[in-house]
């Protein structure tokens, strides 16, 4: 319980920072994402405030930016582009286009032979020239994105392959209260 209290508090204290190199105030958006890796936690903040809180799943292969690396990319990053409006529930997306297919979801702590994309998707460019932006590094180019996955039983643990996995409803309900432009931090 202590930890969590500080660690909130610390989250909430970053917004406070105008000078901040996180730069995550955003005069056109009043909703923000914090993606914590050691906590396995998607933060949504709105007005300062942490109005939820949402298990992911980040890279088994941990923290880096490296072209083909499998791994989750940190700092400062957007959501460029959403795709899956109204897809159902657990659609697959291969290549960002709606198979029309539903994924069998897993909701044992079994890691599958597929990687699928499930009901949305969340695109993410990153911001920060040389970390996660840039040849051979950039976020947008990796496809990095937030989505559902069929792996749900691997929701809370590093299992994916760069990506911030959700479970499907989640990941739909975070899409329809985003917009294109959200500012992303992803944090170690």
């Known amino acids: 319980m202590e930890k969590n209290f500080f660690k909130i508090a610390f989250l909430i204290a970053l917004l406070h920072f105008p000078n901040n190199v996180l730069s995550i105030q955003n ?10 890796i050691s906590e396995q936690r ?3 903040i709105k007005n300062s405030s942490i ?5 992911i799943s980040t890279s088994k292969f ?15 990053h957007k959501i460029k582009d ?10 697959i997306f291969v290549s960002r286009i709606n198979t029309k297919r539903k994924a ?4 044992e702590d079994i890691d599958s032979d597929d990687d699928h994309v499930t009901s949305r998707i969340l695109w993410l460019d990153g911001q920060e020239e ?11 180019n990796r496809y990095i994105y937030i989505h559902g996955t069929h792996e749900e039983g691997l929701i809370g643990q590093k299992a ?8 499907n409803n989640d990941v739909i309900y975070l899409y329809d209260i985003v917009k294109e432009g959200t500012n992303v931090y992803i944090r170690a």
């Open 51 to 55: 109005i939820e809180s949402f298990p």
């Open 160 to 167: 994916s392959h760069g990506c911030i996995r959700m479970f």
């Open 130 to 140: 040389g970390l996660n932006k840039g040849k051979g590094m950039d976020s947008y």
């Open 104 to 107: 069998s979801i897993i909701s």
């Open 27 to 36: 005069d056109n958006f009043d909703t923000n994402i914090i993606i914590d």
């Open 62 to 76: 941990g923290e880096g930016s490296t072209v083909n690396s499998f791994k989750t990319p940190l700092g400062n």
């Open 42 to 44: 998607l933060y949504l």
């Open 82 to 91: 959403k795709i899956g409006d109204n897809a159902d529930l657990n659609t």
